[in-house]
């Protein structure tokens, strides 16, 4: 499906209801029967919309939830993916086909809707959520937290089956491989589920028996996760004794040239990323198994994909200042964010043809990082000529794969410091600089390296860090240094464990944010070595100076519509006064960053 027919699709969700008059009450006194336990009067209301309106998704969504509800799985499923068939992009459905296809046993159907519901946003929830809906997970958690900060023994822990039943969780092993999860106590659920799962490989010389395959790719997802968080778990002194001794049988056995048990491989993988391994490459001449497929490809492959094509990589500018030096090296052993979803759907079911005027031709995203930003910006503008800069090699690196990947072949990558992209000799439509000038020595003065590349009405997308949002972060770095923490992989560790140990809601703001759950994104958000942050004020007071026009903020919709209760002018929205005046009463409204656009109101 292409981008037209995805968009086309995404209206259609959207309008189905309000095809025919009289659906829409139908639909709602079906969803209430539904919630009442009067099923048969549900399902009934839904046949009468589908006979009317056959293409109606909501319906054929409820009535085949009905009939899940029901144990009628393979009916249930027959309907789900008719829904899909006519709204590829609604992530309900596909998770609730995914729900029935591993009931009835059919697993690699389940992991394929699974993660296409993960990767459309699972309809604006967190992934989290649905993981605590397996009541065994849940139970887990309610242990652990009842008994916090004391330990809690495997055996009380996870009971009679409860770890074989976490391994069969088909939806906790796609959630694994998509991002790293949040949360205190899942955290340690998962820190102590590897540790379990450890123990049971290293009691095991031989290849794993087939009938314990699920812990083969729980284990092996596991994995996927811990490279996507950079191995942020703590583990005991039994662990890494544990993990080396399994480290040197695999060495042993791929050195032998003989059969690598993929249970050793993943336990390994668990702890330490394969492509660090001696002779890595030599993993790569055995045919694995498809639950292990996926690890090998995002540990061995793409990381030794990327090492070469940091080689090829041009340079734009030199880079000679201190700080951006600094900065660097940070984002070389660190680059920021990991992702792992696609997100081709999620993008083309959210970026509408909302563009004012004609689309840009030129593009310039400053400070690209992974690329998970470039993507977006790419799938909106699939036109433009993109040059995407960045500081970091391997961060740019990992954004041409994945780029790549997705077949959008218009992005051009280079290194470059924005303190002197001025002297490139190029000029774009629209300029997009998203978390990156508040990391330069002189954050104002790159923003103005940038505007001297913007063409007459050009716009520019800014992201810059609020000061009253991140108090939080600088009652961290103020810890960090009282506690004498560096930038390393320990003392990041250390810091998070402190962090968990502390009583109350302080630290409320830190855990809840999703970079506190990833090495890179925790140094990103702790320990960046510059860090600037703003005051409506202070941006005013620039844009006023060089002559840009504040053409409003991208963020949450509620936000808005509480500002627009406070400030029901519709040019407030435009008045950053008000703004200021706003974010003083609701210090977190930009909790993430000010992200904003602007023009050049004179040349």
Same mark, same amino acid.
């Given at each position: 499906m292409n981008r037209k027919e995805r968009r086309a699709a995404s209206k259609r969700s959207i309008a189905a209801p309000n095809g025919a008059e009289g659906l829409d009450e139908m639909l709602a006194q079906a969803r209430h029967h539904y919630q009442q336990g009067a099923l048969t009067t549900a399902e009934s209301l839904c046949k009468r919309i589908l006979t009317r309106e056959s293409a109606h998704v909501p319906a054929l969504n409820l009535a085949a939830v009905i009939a899940q509800s029901a144990g009628r799985h393979r009916v249930a499923a027959k309907m789900f993916a008719q829904a899909i068939a006519l709204d590829p992009l609604n992530a309900a459905c596909h998770f609730n086909l995914a729900s029935s296809s591993q009931l009835i046993g059919e697993h690699q159907e389940a992991l394929e809707h699974f993660k296409q519901a993960i990767a459309l946003g699972l309809s604006g929830k967190n992934v989290e959520d649905f993981i605590v809906q397996?009541?065994?997970?849940?139970?887990?958690l309610d242990r652990l937290e009842t008994k916090w900060p004391m330990p809690v023994a495997d055996a009380e822990l996870f009971g009679a089956g409860t770890l074989r039943i976490l391994? +069969?969780?088909?939806?906790?092993?796609? %959630?694994?491989?998509?991002? *790293?999860?949040?949360?205190?106590?899942?955290?340690?659920?998962?820190?102590?589920?590897?540790?379990?799962?450890?123990?049971?490989?290293?009691?095991?010389?031989?290849?794993?028996?087939?009938?314990?395959?699920?812990?083969?790719?729980?284990?092996?997802?596991?994995?996927?996760?811990?490279?996507?968080?950079?191995?942020?778990?703590?583990?005991?002194?039994?662990?890494?004794?544990? %993990?080396?001794?399994?480290?040197?049988?695999?060495?042993?056995?791929? %050195?032998?040239?003989?059969?690598?048990?993929?249970?050793?491989?993943?336990a390994?993988?668990?702890?330490?990323?394969?492509?660090?391994? *001696?002779?890595?490459?030599?993993?790569?001449?055995s045919k694995w198994a498809e639950t292990v497929a996926g690890l090998v490809r995002q540990q061995l492959r793409e990381p030794l994909q990327e090492r070469?094509?940091?080689?090829?990589?041009?340079?734009?500018?030199?880079?000679?200042?201190?700080?951006?030096?600094?900065?660097?090296?940070?984002?070389?052993?660190?680059?920021?964010?990991?992702? %792992?979803? +696609?997100?081709?759907?999620t993008a083309a079911s959210v970026l509408q043809d909302d563009t004012d005027g004609a689309a840009p031709q030129d593009i310039l995203i400053a400070g690209c990082g992974t690329g998970r930003h470039l993507f977006h910006t790419s799938w909106?503008?699939?036109?433009?000529?993109?040059?995407?800069?960045?500081?970091?090699?391997?961060?740019?690196?990992?954004?041409?794969?994945?780029?790549?990947?997705?077949?959008?072949?218009?992005?051009?990558?280079?290194q470059a410091d924005i303190i002197k992209i001025g002297t490139i000799g190029r000029n774009f439509d629209l300029i997009e600089a998203v978390g990156v000038l508040h990391h330069l020595a002189d954050p104002l003065g790159g923003w103005r390296s940038l505007l001297s590349l913007l063409r007459p009405n050009g716009e520019m997308r800014v992201g810059l860090y609020s000061e009253a949002a991140r108090r939080a972060v600088v009652a961290a770095r103020e810890l960090i240094v009282a506690r004498g923490y560096h930038a390393t992989h320990d003392d990041i560790?250390?810091?998070?464990?402190?962090?968990?140990?502390?009583?109350?809601?302080?630290?409320?703001?830190?855990?809840?944010?999703?970079?506190?759950?990833?090495?890179?994104?925790?140094?990103?958000?702790?320990?960046?070595?510059?860090?600037?942050?703003?005051?409506?004020?202070?941006? =005013?007071?620039?844009?006023?100076?060089?002559?840009?026009?504040?053409?409003?903020?991208?963020?949450?919709? =509620?936000?808005?519509?509480?500002?627009?209760?406070?400030? *029901?002018?519709?040019?407030?929205?435009?008045?950053?006064?008000?703004?200021?005046?706003?974010?003083?009463?609701? *210090?977190?409204?930009?909790?993430?960053?000010?992200?904003?656009?602007?023009?050049?109101?004179?040349?």
């Amino acid at each position: 499906m292409n981008r037209k027919e995805r968009r086309a699709a995404s209206k259609r969700s959207i309008a189905a209801p309000n095809g025919a008059e009289g659906l829409d009450e139908m639909l709602a006194q079906a969803r209430h029967h539904y919630q009442q336990g009067a099923l048969t009067t549900a399902e009934s209301l839904c046949k009468r919309i589908l006979t009317r309106e056959s293409a109606h998704v909501p319906a054929l969504n409820l009535a085949a939830v009905i009939a899940q509800s029901a144990g009628r799985h393979r009916v249930a499923a027959k309907m789900f993916a008719q829904a899909i068939a006519l709204d590829p992009l609604n992530a309900a459905c596909h998770f609730n086909l995914a729900s029935s296809s591993q009931l009835i046993g059919e697993h690699q159907e389940a992991l394929e809707h699974f993660k296409q519901a993960i990767a459309l946003g699972l309809s604006g929830k967190n992934v989290e959520d649905f993981i605590v809906q397996n009541q065994a997970i849940a139970a887990c958690l309610d242990r652990l937290e009842t008994k916090w900060p004391m330990p809690v023994a495997d055996a009380e822990l996870f009971g009679a089956g409860t770890l074989r039943i976490l391994a +069969d969780d088909l939806f906790l092993r796609c %959630a694994l491989q998509s991002a *790293p999860l949040r949360g205190k106590m899942l955290e340690i659920l998962l820190t102590r589920v590897r540790c379990a799962l450890l123990r049971i490989a290293a009691a095991s010389e031989a290849e794993f028996p087939d009938d314990n395959g699920s812990y083969v790719a729980c284990l092996g997802a596991l994995a996927e996760q811990c490279f996507l968080n950079e191995y942020i778990y703590e583990q005991t002194d039994e662990e890494s004794c544990l %993990a080396l001794r399994l480290r040197e049988l695999l060495l042993t056995q791929s %050195a032998n040239g003989g059969p690598v048990s993929p249970l050793t491989l993943v336990a390994v993988a668990a702890y330490q990323p394969l492509h660090t391994l *001696p002779n890595a490459e030599a993993l790569l001449s055995s045919k694995w198994a498809e639950t292990v497929a996926g690890l090998v490809r995002q540990q061995l492959r793409e990381p030794l994909q990327e090492r070469r094509e940091c080689k090829a990589i041009s340079a734009l500018t030199r880079i000679e200042d201190t700080v951006s030096l600094q900065v660097m090296q940070q984002y070389e052993e660190n680059p920021y964010p990991r992702w %792992a979803v +696609d997100p081709v759907a999620t993008a083309a079911s959210v970026l509408q043809d909302d563009t004012d005027g004609a689309a840009p031709q030129d593009i310039l995203i400053a400070g690209c990082g992974t690329g998970r930003h470039l993507f977006h910006t790419s799938w909106r503008f699939p036109e433009a000529t993109v040059l995407a800069i960045d500081i970091s090699l391997p961060s740019l690196a990992y954004a041409q794969r994945k780029i790549r990947e997705a077949g959008l072949n218009r992005v051009e990558f280079a290194q470059a410091d924005i303190i002197k992209i001025g002297t490139i000799g190029r000029n774009f439509d629209l300029i997009e600089a998203v978390g990156v000038l508040h990391h330069l020595a002189d954050p104002l003065g790159g923003w103005r390296s940038l505007l001297s590349l913007l063409r007459p009405n050009g716009e520019m997308r800014v992201g810059l860090y609020s000061e009253a949002a991140r108090r939080a972060v600088v009652a961290a770095r103020e810890l960090i240094v009282a506690r004498g923490y560096h930038a390393t992989h320990d003392d990041i560790r250390k810091l998070r464990q402190e962090i968990f140990r502390d009583s109350g809601d302080r630290w409320q703001w830190i855990t809840s944010s999703a970079d506190f759950y990833s090495i890179s994104g925790c140094r990103d958000l702790l320990f960046n070595v510059m860090e600037h942050r703003f005051t409506l004020p202070q941006i =005013k007071a620039f844009l006023v100076q060089e002559g840009l026009s504040f053409l409003g903020f991208d963020g949450d919709p =509620k936000v808005r519509e509480r500002f627009q209760r406070k400030f *029901p002018q519709p040019a407030a929205l435009l008045d950053l006064d008000c703004w200021h005046a706003f974010e003083i009463e609701n *210090p977190l409204t930009f909790r993430q960053m000010y992200v904003f656009s602007v023009r050049r109101l004179r040349n």
